[in-house]
């Protein structure tokens, strides 16, 4: 079955630390991926995507994430978290094309410490 | 500015009432989605139109209504017969031919007392 696992529910970094937000999928097919924020009582924003080219991919506020087709993965990083980061971040799996077919993962509370 | 406008943004409601939760669009989107979000669980769709007058059921359509008779509009209603309606919902849009980029609404989160 096709799934996205997002690993660590709560991440905690101190300011200035690298962010490390781990996803894998399961897919026989390759999958357009994405990554969304969701500040506190609000909807979710797109940070970044990656559909075709470059497996590299940049996003806004200083985020990046790097698809792995070995791996299934699609980590998002960023070299230096901002006490402004802190947020749930979702992973985000369209298998089969169309937007109805986007599979969530179950997310990853960041936290960011003085 | 274009965006989704979701209301009420906090609603209560005592069992076996219906509700109905309000989601308009002025990005000129075809296609708009509801989701739910319980903690620790993700999204989950409830309902999407890709077009007015037409609707498909999501994962957790039950319990669940919805209509699309405008382009800008999408509301959901809430019915008694949702065991368990307590949760946050999202209204989101798309354009056509981007897949998975979903614009959202800010969100109403529904207590039944």
């Known amino acids: 079955a096709q799934s996205v696992t997002q690993l660590g529910s709560h991440v905690s970094v101190s300011e200035g630390a690298l962010v490390l937000l781990r996803c894998n999928y399961s897919?026989?097919?390759?999958?357009?991926l994405f990554w969304y924020v969701q500040y506190p009582n609000q909807g979710l924003q797109l940070l970044l995507k990656?559909?075709?080219?470059?497996?590299l991919v940049k996003g806004i506020n200083g985020f990046e994430a790097e698809f792995k087709k070995s791996e299934t993965s699609f980590h998002l990083t960023k070299p230096s978290a901002h006490m402004s980061d802190a947020a749930e971040y979702f992973c985000?799996?369209?298998?089969?094309?169309?937007?109805?077919?986007?599979?969530f993962g179950k997310g990853t509370k960041l936290t960011v410490n003085p | 500015d274009g965006g989704i406008t979701q209301s009420p943004k906090y609603l209560f409601r005592k069992e076996g009432q219906n509700v109905t939760l309000s989601c308009e669009q002025n990005?000129?989107?075809?296609?708009m989605y509801w989701y739910r979000q319980d903690p620790g669980q993700g999204l989950r769709l409830i309902y999407y139109?890709?077009?007015?007058?037409?609707?498909q059921k999501g994962d957790i359509a039950e319990g669940y209504s919805v209509s699309r008779e405008k382009k800008e509009s999408f509301p959901l209603t809430v019915t008694s017969a949702q065991k368990n309606p307590t949760a946050f919902y999202l209204c989101?849009?798309?354009?056509?031919?981007?897949?998975?980029?979903?614009?959202f609404g800010e969100g109403s989160r529904l207590t039944v007392l």
């Open positions: 897919s026989s097919v390759p999958p357009y």
């Open positions: 985000a799996v369209s298998f089969q094309g169309g937007s109805e077919k986007l599979v």
């Open positions: 139109s890709q077009i007015v007058n037409d609707f």
């Open positions: 990656y559909t075709t080219g470059a497996t």
């Open positions: 989101a849009s798309s354009n056509r031919g981007r897949t998975g980029e979903l614009f």
């Open positions: 990005l000129n989107h075809d296609a």
